[in-house]
């Protein structure tokens, strides 16, 4: 059988990985020696919560895939499949890899290469706080980080809540944990008193909290949501 690219999830929070992953992760993240992640520490730490045994922590062989990484490096990092035949798993830091994760990169270079990629079922914040949000599932946009200045936040802002009411089309970003209550009393004042919030924070973890509401109520008994991973949909 030639080898893969397998995606395999991790959970988005620091919960039990059994809730959200199938053991079949488990035993196909045993085929693998070779992972490329994120950050070599976070990914040691899921690889233990895992369930990974096929070699010990410190022989496993990680490549580190982020803004730091470059061009050049990538395309020796298929080699285990290309020139060994031995499969290579590929991680994000949370949930799914290639999804607001920079593995897309990857993925692209084994489809030009005609290396077989093997997605694999695990937890999306960005799709669990969709499903409950009540929003519109079959017309919607994931917008990453908003902008930082102010001019382009409100320019983008402006256009995107144009096509929330005029294509009937959900929109969804995320934040810097320690941005989440900023971003949120922003949208509340900026956003018209009619389209709707959904704030989406701890996703599958026992703090789990997830509210929709008209912008102008989110300015009154707000939550905390400073450090807490979050997901903000917006909707008429």
């Given amino acids: 059988m030639p080898a893969q690219l397998i995606l395999f999830p991790v959970p988005v929070g620091n919960d039990n990985p059994s809730v959200v992953l199938p053991d079949y992760n488990r035993e196909l993240l045993n085929t693998c020696t070779t992972f490329i992640v994120e950050d070599e520490r976070t990914a040691r730490r899921n690889l233990k919560r895992m369930g990974y045994t096929a070699t010990t922590l410190d022989q496993v062989e990680l490549l580190e895939l982020n803004e730091h990484t470059l061009p050049t490096d990538i395309h020796s990092y ?30 692209a270079e084994a489809q030009r290469l005609g290396i077989p990629v093997l997605p694999l079922v695990g937890p999306s914040s960005i799709m669990l706080a969709l499903m409950a949000s009540g929003f519109n599932g079959q017309n919607f946009a994931f917008n990453g980080y908003a902008p930082i200045k102010p001019r382009e936040r409100d320019t983008l802002l402006k256009r995107l809540e144009v096509a929330i009411h005029r294509d009937n089309q959900t929109q969804i970003f995320i934040e810097a944990p320690y941005r989440n209550d900023k971003f949120l009393d922003y949208l509340a004042h900026q956003l018209q008193p009619i389209t709707r919030i959904c704030v989406a924070a701890d996703l599958t973890l026992p703090t789990q909290y997830i509210r929709a509401r008209l912008a102008r109520q989110w300015l009154f008994d ?12 917006l909707y008429k």
Avoid: E, Q, Y
Avoid at 222 to 233: S, W, Y
């Fill in 222 to 233: 707000p939550p905390t949501l400073n450090k807490r991973p979050a997901i903000f949909l």
């Fill in 78 to 107: 298929l080699d285990a499949i290309t020139l060994h035949n031995r499969n290579i798993g590929l991680m994000s830091d949370a949930g799914l890899p290639c999804v607001a994760d920079p593995g897309n990169l990857i993925t």
